[in-house]
């Protein structure tokens, strides 16, 4: 099966970080390139959010920034209505989720899709 790239809004980035507490002013994207069959991560890249010091319209802008890297799912905590209008007309996923690791958080994402 192909492999699905999923966005998570993090704080410093990477497997181990926690989930941001916002969406389009999180300082990075942790990008994760995954096989939804088996769980096995292909890939791991973390990018800086342009969003997290934009003046306006951060939500947009940080919804562009992971369309631009592949994404089709985001998860992290749930974005406001323009970021989610954005991200809804760009064929990205939200699965709303706080309070964890991108580990843990990517583990529910995998579980999410398989029961789909």
Do not use: C, H, S, W
């Amino acid at each position: 099966m192909a492999t699905i790239k999923i966005a998570f809004a993090t704080v410093r980035g990477g497997l181990d970080d926690v989930l941001a507490d916002r969406f389009g002013r999180a300082p990075t994207f942790t990008i994760v390139e995954v096989d939804p069959a088996t769980g096995e991560i292909k890939n791991i890249e973390v990018i800086q959010n342009p969003g997290y010091t934009a003046g306006g319209g951060a939500g947009v802008r940080a919804a562009q920034t992971i369309a631009e890297k592949g994404a089709k799912i985001y998860v992290g905590p749930q974005p406001g209505p323009n970021a989610y209008a954005a991200l809804q007309y760009l064929g990205i996923k939200v699965i709303p989720l706080t309070g964890t690791t991108v580990r843990q958080a990517l583990q529910a994402a995998l579980q999410q899709l398989q029961q789909q």
